[in-house]
């Protein structure tokens, strides 16, 4: 064989080779789509029996549960209809009480009104026999006045005037002897009360006099004070507002003001420019100031310590400063703050052993004089001024009526006020307490009583409360109602002009007509 007709056979053997590979490739394909189409009915097949299954067990299963719930409102429905008929046996009974109380109201109603028909009639008949026992009584009061020759009152009266005058004497020694005993006693435990209270409080008072008068190491510190054509004393008193008074008087000057919270902070500032030596006027003002803030400390400290030795808590620190200005204040040579703090410690006592408020006694008394803080400074009496801050800070009441009534200016209202002017009393009349002697006090009662006797048309008159009230007896045939008011005015006109005084002298105008006749 030839090479070419080789490589035809070849060629004709690979392409009926690769004719045999496709056929079997189609024919293994048709095959094993044939298969799976046969798994896939048979797969089918199985799921549609299985959703039969499920479907027909969900059908029993909810005709179960359908079959539980009808029968647990069979029952739920034989519950509530018996519930329904117990209740609805429960209404009838109740309704057949009901009915059995309205009858028997009904009869009690029916009673009542028969009783209440009797009682009018009874009460229409004792009517009746009333006005016919008056009418007797009436007819046989008549006939005694008529046989008597008197009426009913008038022997009534003559009856009382005879047992009056029989019994007149006794009845007289006796009230007196009540009088007399009930005095004693009442005196006698006022007596106690008071030895108590003042022997519970012994300790000694000393007279405290604000000193105005400055020491000097040298006479030649007056020549630096005074400074250059007066103006270093000039920078001075208008700084602190106290007056400078440089005399011959070797190694003094004396500082003048009617305030003494100025006098003393001009006392410690000019006392610190002698210390330091360099005295100028702008040392004087750095030196005011630093007086000025001691002084202040020294107000607040001394206002905090009284309340607090007094027992007078929960008070307002602004009213504490105004206390604490007292420290400063002296009256007769006593220190009023130290007086008001003692009159508190006296005044609780005596409300103790008296059964009154304590607490309101030691605070009517430590506050009874605060008015003498201010009152160079506003008008009016340090009472008045008292109440006025008082009120203005909301103290009590009861305690502004404790303090008011210590000078009578107003009304004891309270036992509390009573106390308070009884310890003002103690404390003041104590041995060394006050500084005033006793020929300048009867001095100054002279004098005021001589100014009232002065007058045209004075009867009589009286010195009373410590010499802060003159009570003046007028002649009623010589001085009328409106010449009164003339008259207080010219004695307190004159009182002003001829007297040094402290605070206010009160003028009280006495005119009364009186008319006596004596039955013998």
């Known amino acids: 064989m030839s090479r070419c007709a080789v490589e035809d056979t070849t060629r004709m053997s690979l392409k009926i080779l690769f004719l045999l590979l496709g056929f079997t490739g189609v024919v293994s394909i048709a095959i094993g789509y044939y298969l799976r189409l046969i798994i896939s009915l048979g797969k089918k097949g199985s799921m549609e029996l299985e959703i039969k299954k499920m479907m027909l067990d969900a059908e029993e299963k909810a005709k179960t549960i359908t079959d539980a719930a009808e029968k647990r409102a069979e029952e739920k429905a034989q519950e509530i209809l018996g519930e329904y008929k117990e209740r609805e046996r429960d209404l009838k009974a109740t309704e057949e009480r009901l009915i059995s ?115 000097l190491p040298n006479d030649e510190i007056k020549g630096k004070i005074i400074g250059k054509e007066g103006r270093n004393i000039r920078s001075f008193e208008r700084a602190t507002g106290v007056d400078v008074i440089v005399d011959d008087t070797p190694g003094t000057i004396t500082l003048s003001s009617y305030d003494p919270i100025r006098r003393q902070v001009a006392r410690i500032a000019l006392e610190n420019l002698i210390i330091d030596g360099r005295i100028q006027p702008a040392k004087i003002e750095e030196a005011v100031q630093k007086a000025e803030a001691e002084i202040n400390n020294i107000i ?58 304590p607490v309101v006694a030691r605070a009517g008394a430590l506050f009874h004089d605060i008015g003498k803080a201010v009152d160079h400074e506003v008008p009016g009496t340090h009472v008045e001024i008292g109440r006025r801050i008082l009120q203005k800070f909301g103290v009590d009441e009861a305690v502004i009526k404790a303090m008011q009534a210590h000078h009578e200016e107003y009304p004891y209202e309270t036992p509390e006020s009573m106390i308070v002017q009884v310890a003002d009393a103690i404390s003041g009349a104590r041995p060394g307490a006050r500084r005033d002697s006793v020929e300048q006090y009867i001095k100054r009662l002279e004098d005021l009583e001589g100014i009232a006797n002065s007058i045209p048309g004075v009867d009589k008159s009286y010195a009373i409360a410590a010499g802060r009230e003159v009570r003046v007896i007028v002649k009623p045939e010589a001085i009328s109602d409106l010449d009164a008011r003339k008259v207080a005015r010219d004695i307190a006109d004159r009182i002003e002009k001829e007297m040094q005084y402290p605070g206010e002298i009160k003028v009280s105008i006495i005119r009364e007509t009186r008319v006596i006749e004596y039955a013998r």
């Open 101 to 215: 109380k309205e009858d028997l109201l009904d009869k009690r109603q029916t009673k009542l009104d028969s009783e209440q028909e009797t009682l009018v009639k009874k009460g229409e008949a004792l009517q009746v026999s009333q006005q016919e026992a008056e009418g007797v009584i009436r007819a046989q009061q008549e006939k005694l006045e008529s046989i008597a020759g008197l009426s009913a009152e008038e022997a009534k009266n003559q009856l009382v005037q005879s047992i009056e005058k029989q019994y007149e004497a006794d009845i007289e020694n006796r009230m007196r002897k009540l009088e007399i005993t009930s005095d004693q006693k009442l005196e006698r435990r006022a007596n106690e009360i008071l030895v108590t209270a003042v022997h519970r409080l012994g300790n000694s008072v000393v007279s405290d006099v604000l000193a105005t008068t400055i020491t």
């Open 300 to 357: 607040k400290k001394k206002g905090a310590e009284a309340a607090y030795e007094a027992r007078v808590p929960n008070m307002d620190p602004k009213l504490l400063m105004v206390l604490g200005r007292l420290y400063f204040r002296s009256s007769y040579g006593q220190n009023v703050l130290d007086h008001s703090v003692e009159m508190a410690h006296l005044a609780g006592m005596l409300a103790e052993e008296l059964g009154a408020d």
